[in-house]
């Protein structure tokens, strides 16, 4: 009886590993859907962009994946779970252990990764997130997933 219950227990906690994993985006979702608002935004400019990045049953939100867009000096110009950081200048936001995530941001040239920790707004918990970041134009539009 023992250990019917122990692989039971074992059973259900791969379940639920499963399960969470099913529920997350890999970095290539993020890669993908950040390429793909970068285009967006250079075919239909911020304000309309904004709109479709926010809305939260649209093309550019999927589980634990939404846009980000900031301007060349740091502001932020849109965010796909936050709108309390658009107009503000987040060049300087730290996470929690105090990386400067937005300064390795505004480094990228062309595109690329930074990896720092954030609020998952599916789990509510601060996990590590790896967020692929495309400039486009004077804008870096950025997308993250969630590390498992």
Not at 54 to 73: E, N
């Amino acid at each position: 009886m023992k250990k019917i219950m122990l692989l039971l227990a074992a059973f259900i906690g791969l379940s639920a590993s499963l399960a969470n994993a099913a529920d997350r985006a890999t970095p290539d979702e993020a890669k993908a859907m950040a390429i793909k608002a970068a285009d967006y935004l250079k075919a239909n400019g911020p304000d309309k962009s904004c709109a479709a990045f926010q809305d939260k049953a649209g093309p550019f939100r999927d589980r634990d994946l939404y846009v980000t867009v900031q301007d060349s000096k740091g502001v932020m110009v849109c965010h796909g779970t936050n709108p309390g950081l658009i107009g503000k200048s987040v060049l300087d936001l730290v996470d929690v252990d105090g990386k400067p995530f937005n300064r390795q941001i505004q480094a990228i040239k062309d595109n690329g990764w930074v990896d720092y920790k954030w609020k998952n707004p599916v789990t509510n918990a601060v996990e590590e997130k790896t967020a692929y970041e495309t400039r486009t134009g004077d804008y870096i539009v950025g997308v993250g997933a969630y590390k498992q």
